[in-house]
């Protein structure tokens, strides 16, 4: 799951599903999020209770192993970035749509009022994303804080990644350099935004998907559909210049590639996105047994 988690596209929560843990993951979650509201409330006594229940031979592990991998996965995706902007795109693009096409199929049934939620939501963020200037080298504290929260609420969801909502709000390459760099200041300010959003998300995003799982749905496609724009056609998510130094790309602009850069992102991105769909398949099967 931490690897799943360093690259866009690939959710966290698909390879819970497809280890067979994913309700025991998401119930330990949510104890730990009560927890944590009782804290905050003084209610030491209910929070200590609260802990106790927490499946922690589960948590406890998991964390272990993923903050791991992240650690050493961070280094070589950093310098892939800059040495290979072009072809980490095109990977990334393939993970995303193929993230994209498993959150499609989890739609029971579609209307045209979900169509419009999709399209209005991928339509906005598109043209929202269109005002980014480029990755954001040197965020705030308060930017990073805000991330950490928004972005760990992808862990709980199958077919939406961390990474990839880090990827469209510029912040992928900086929190890379974080962990890479053990930018321990950083770090805690992000670690801290974490804790915070899964403890008011984590029930609220379970609470949202059981009462009203279609529109929620859409909006999460929509979400992603229009944050497609971070990889247009690539690499404006991470910013490049081109091989002969005489153009720049920069954030979310919709330039296409110059001349004899589209071979390797293209064969990147079927690749990545036939490991997307066979690990759908491994899920889906480990599901049924």
Known sequence: MGAANTVPGVS???????????????NALRD???AATQVLRGDLKGALASLKAVEWSLLLPLLVG?????IAVAGPLERSLETHPENMAGLFLGLVIGSLIISWRLMPTWNPRL??????VGTSVFAGLGWQNGPLNDPSPLLLFAAGAIA????ILPGLSGSFLLLMFGLYEAVLTMVDQRLMGDL???????????????????????????????VLLGLMLGSLRVLWPW???????????????????????????????LLLAGGALMVVLGVDALASRQNKA
């Open 32 to 34: 730990g999020a009560h």
């Open 188 to 218: 805690v300010i992000f670690g801290f935004g974490a804790a915070l959003g899964l403890a008011a998300f984590a029930t609220l995003l379970s609470r949202l998907l059981k009462r009203h799982h279609d529109p929620m749905l859409a």
């Open 12 to 26: 966290g929560g698909t390879l819970a599903l497809m280890f067979g843990f994913y309700e025991r993951l998401i």
């Open 235 to 265: 690499p404006h998510g991470v910013g490049y210049t081109s091989p002969n130094d005489t153009q720049t790309f920069d954030g979310t602009g919709l330039q296409w590639p110059t001349q004899g850069t589209t071979l390797w992102p």
């Open 66 to 70: 993923a903050g791991a991998v992240v």
């Open 152 to 155: 760990i609420c992808a862990m």
């Open 115 to 120: 169509l419009a939620v999709v399209t209005l």
